[in-house]
């Protein structure tokens, strides 16, 4: 009963932490985060109450946009570095498509008519790592948002695996505190980004 509150109570605060940190900015990269934040409330109360099948399915579709959001963030208001070398890069995105396949080989037993939506979320949200790594910005927005995303990509591991293979010991305590910590992270990054461009 106490998560049915606490639970959505999470992105609300974090939204009214956001607005505070950069009320006097009015930019159309707060507007992307807002939306990423907004989105993923509706993902977390449409998951937490998985009422039928429907509700999987929409609280995914939920994440996926809030990610794309991120995606967009990244994409443009944070300039891709050239100064990272190009065995670097390299080397993060074959991790990157390695993990994404791992994942799918391990859950594809267990996915039946979810493959596609979930092949799709997949390849989104190694996008949003990847998009993360390549943003040339104020460093510290850059290790918060690359951080987030990273633990956002663990988070929703351990969530798939425990509900298409096998529930975890203390897997959805494992899911909420990476989950929270991702998404504070994310959130201060970009706040971190706005204020720094807004000086």
Same mark, same amino acid.
């Given at each position: ?137 104020? %460093? ?5 948002? +690359?951080?987030?995303?990273? #633990?956002? &990509?663990? *988070?929703?591991? $351990? !969530? @798939? %695996? ?5 529930? +975890?010991?203390?897997?959805? #305590?494992? &899911?909420? *505190?990476?989950? $929270? !910590? @991702? ?17």
């Amino acid at each position: 009963m106490m998560i049915v509150i606490t639970k959505p109570l999470l992105m609300i605060s974090l939204l009214i932490l956001f607005l505070e940190e950069t009320r006097s900015i009015r930019t159309s990269l707060k507007i992307k985060i807002i939306l990423a934040i907004t989105l993923s409330w509706f993902g977390d109360v449409l998951l937490m109450l998985d009422l039928n099948p429907n509700f999987f399915i929409l609280g995914l579709a939920s994440f996926l946009i809030a990610h794309i959001a991120y995606i967009a963030a990244n994409v443009s208001h944070g300039d891709v570095d050239s100064d990272k070398s190009i065995l670097v890069k390299w080397m993060v995105w074959i991790t990157a498509s390695v993990y994404g396949l791992a994942m799918i080989w391990t859950l594809w037993p267990g996915l039946g008519d979810l493959m596609i939506p979930v092949i799709i979320y997949t390849v989104v949200i190694l996008a949003m790592i990847l998009t993360a790594f390549s943003r040339k910005v104020y %460093y510290i927005s850059w290790i918060y948002v +690359l951080i987030g995303a990273v #633990l956002f &990509v663990i *988070s929703d591991s $351990i !969530l @798939a %695996y425990n509900k298409f293979v096998s529930e +975890l010991v203390l897997g959805r #305590l494992l &899911v909420m *505190s990476t989950y $929270i !910590l @991702a998404q504070y992270l994310l959130i201060r990054g970009y706040w971190e980004q706005l204020n720094v461009h807004n000086r």
